[in-house]
């Protein structure tokens, strides 16, 4: 199976009713969170086209819908932020997937981020600092 665009490519109103919940729910969440709280606050200051940018997503992730055409990736290369804060964004999205979707979505859901998180990491923290922490630069 793919990693991404899992599904079958059709969704019931019921399902993306339930994506677009588990996305603001992952907000509420992450903006009362006091790593990603800043950082969200900082970048983001048109929620309602951000949060349905961000569901055409998850529908294209969970329901392999195609209605994402960005590039995920290169939003957060240009933000500031240190690893510590891939661990917040987990935590919230999971607990988000769990709490909003059926629970296959949410598996389907959970593996994606985790994946995803961990190659966001892999591809703006490229090294090891002198702390041995992952580091933008060598
Ligand atoms: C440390 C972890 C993360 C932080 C702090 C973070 C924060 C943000 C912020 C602030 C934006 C808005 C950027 C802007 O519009 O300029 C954004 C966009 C977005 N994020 Fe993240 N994010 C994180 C991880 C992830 C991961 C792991 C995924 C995917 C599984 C993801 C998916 C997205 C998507 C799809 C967008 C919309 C991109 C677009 O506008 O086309 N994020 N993120």
């Given at each position: 199976?793919a990693?991404i665009e ?6 019931t109103p ?9 996305v603001?729910?992952?907000?509420e ?8 709280g800043p950082i ?11 949060i349905?940018i961000?569901?055409?997503?998850w ?10 055409r960005?590039?995920?990736f290169?939003?957060?290369a240009r ?10 964004w987990?935590?919230?999205f999971?607990?988000?997937a ?6 296959p979505?949410?598996d389907?859901?959970?593996?994606v981020?985790?994946?995803m ?9 490229p ?12």
């Open positions: 199976m990693l899992a599904g079958s490519g059709c969704t019921g399902q993306e009713a339930a994506i677009e919940r588990m603001r729910l992952f907000y969440r992450g903006l009362r969170d006091d790593v990603l969200f606050r900082a970048a983001i200051h048109d929620w309602e086209p951000h349905a961000v569901a055409d997503f529908s294209g992730a969970v329901h392999g819908t195609g209605r994402y960005g590039n995920a290169a939003p957060h933000l500031d932020f240190g690893p510590e804060a891939f661990e917040r987990l935590a919230a999971e607990s988000a769990r709490d909003a979707l059926a629970a979505d949410a389907v859901a959970i593996r981020a985790r994946h998180a961990q190659s966001f990491r892999a591809g703006i923290f090294f090891t600092g002198k702390d041995g922490r992952p580091s933008r630069t060598p």
